[in-house]
């Protein structure tokens, strides 16, 4: 299972005893393909996406004072 945090921690999770598999600090800049620059923040609003062994999940959430952002992040499972 994967879930974001305010903190803006991606993480997986092992459905059977909850201990975590994976996670990533989506809070920092990124290089992009446009060249336009992206910051993630905090996951709020809306939950990570699994498809075809790829998982989508956008990062940076502003209301509340939580970290703004502005990026979609692709993760796959085979690191392309």
């Given at each position: 299972?994967?879930?974001?945090?305010?903190d803006?921690?991606?993480?997986?999770?092992?459905?059977?005893n909850?201990?975590?598999?994976?996670?990533?600090?989506?809070?920092?800049?990124f290089?992009?393909?446009?060249?336009?620059?992206?910051?993630?923040?905090?996951?709020?609003?809306?939950?990570?996406?699994?498809?075809?062994?790829?998982?989508?999940?956008?990062?940076?959430?502003?209301?509340?004072a939580?970290?703004?952002?502005?990026?979609?992040?692709v993760?796959?499972?085979?690191?392309?």
């Open positions: 299972m994967f879930a974001g945090g305010l803006g921690i991606l993480r997986a999770f092992d459905v059977d909850g201990s975590i598999l994976w996670e990533t600090n989506t809070r920092q800049s290089g992009t393909r446009n060249g336009i620059e992206a910051t993630g923040g905090s996951i709020e609003s809306d939950g990570p996406v699994i498809m075809n062994g790829q998982v989508f999940i956008t990062s940076g959430y502003e209301k509340w939580e970290a703004p952002g502005n990026v979609l992040l993760y796959s499972l085979d690191g392309n």
